[in-house]
């Protein structure tokens, strides 16, 4: 599934929540410019997807059309499919990342970071015959899974075998953040879109 579907999805998505959502609050959702929402709204419009009513003088209203409702449903399959088949691929490319550590000795997995990703690796962690040692994150306090978050200069203090970087938009940056807390380069392993790299 393609950015523009993505946005397309949670424009329509938007416009049926609310009839009266601003251009200005669908930018700041879609994390664009307002002229940007404007565009792709006008888009939906000449597809037909969206009406745009005027009520009373000055206040606009944009109504989902039929054809969107079903722009809207097809959408949301193809989205489900696309998650499905991503949480699938990750959960596979993690089992086969944390099979080698294992295979080398690694026994003692710290994860970096608390998305999607870390919750994956976490599942696949109590799969297998590996040892969460916990959850950290750069500046943050709290819990994450029932764990407690600890803070990155927690981290040198651990024994541990690893440490998994669970994030795919900031790997670079973590690692060298990493390195810099004093952790070894051959304990930090990333999740590279060919599989993972130390």
């Given at each position: 599934?393609?950015?523009?579907?993505?946005?397309?999805?949670?424009?329509?998505?938007?416009?049926?929540?609310?009839?009266?959502?601003?251009?200005?609050?669908l930018?700041?959702?879609?994390?664009?410019?307002?002229?940007?929402?404007?565009?792709?709204?006008?888009?939906?419009?000449?597809?037909?997807?969206?009406?745009?009513?005027?009520?009373?003088?000055?206040?606009?209203?944009?109504?989902?059309?039929?054809?969107?409702?079903?722009?809207?449903?097809?959408?949301?399959y193809?989205?489900?499919?696309?998650?499905?088949?991503?949480?699938?691929?990750?959960?596979?490319?993690?089992?086969?990342?944390?099979?080698?550590?294992?295979?080398?000795?690694?026994?003692?997995i710290?994860?970096?970071g608390?998305?999607?990703?870390?919750?994956?690796?976490?599942?696949?962690?109590?799969?297998?015959?590996?040892?969460?040692?916990?959850f950290?994150?750069?500046?943050?306090?709290?819990?994450?899974?029932?764990?407690?978050?600890?803070?990155?200069?927690?981290?040198?203090?651990?024994?541990?075998d690893?440490?998994?970087?669970?994030?795919?938009?900031?790997?670079d940056?973590?690692?060298?953040?990493?390195?810099?807390q004093?952790?070894?380069r051959?304990?930090?392993?990333?999740?590279?879109?060919?599989?993972?790299?130390?």
């Amino acid at each position: 599934m393609n950015i523009q579907a993505q946005r397309d999805l949670q424009l329509l998505n938007e416009v049926e929540r609310n009839a009266a959502v601003t251009q200005r609050s669908l930018a700041r959702n879609l994390g664009v410019a307002v002229g940007l929402a404007n565009l792709y709204l006008k888009r939906l419009v000449r597809k037909g997807h969206i009406k745009i009513t005027t009520i009373p003088k000055h206040r606009i209203k944009y109504l989902l059309t039929p054809r969107g409702m079903a722009e809207k449903s097809r959408l949301t399959y193809l989205y489900m499919q696309y998650s499905l088949s991503y949480y699938r691929k990750m959960r596979e490319r993690l089992k086969h990342v944390l099979t080698g550590l294992s295979v080398a000795g690694a026994k003692r997995i710290a994860v970096y970071g608390t998305g999607e990703l870390a919750e994956l690796a976490y599942l696949t962690l109590r799969e297998m015959d590996m040892t969460l040692v916990g959850f950290v994150e750069d500046k943050h306090e709290g819990t994450f899974l029932s764990y407690p978050l600890w803070p990155l200069e927690a981290l040198p203090n651990w024994e541990f075998d690893a440490v998994l970087i669970a994030d795919m938009e900031q790997t670079d940056k973590i690692h060298g953040t990493l390195i810099g807390q004093g952790i070894a380069r051959d304990k930090i392993v990333r999740l590279s879109p060919m599989g993972a790299s130390l």
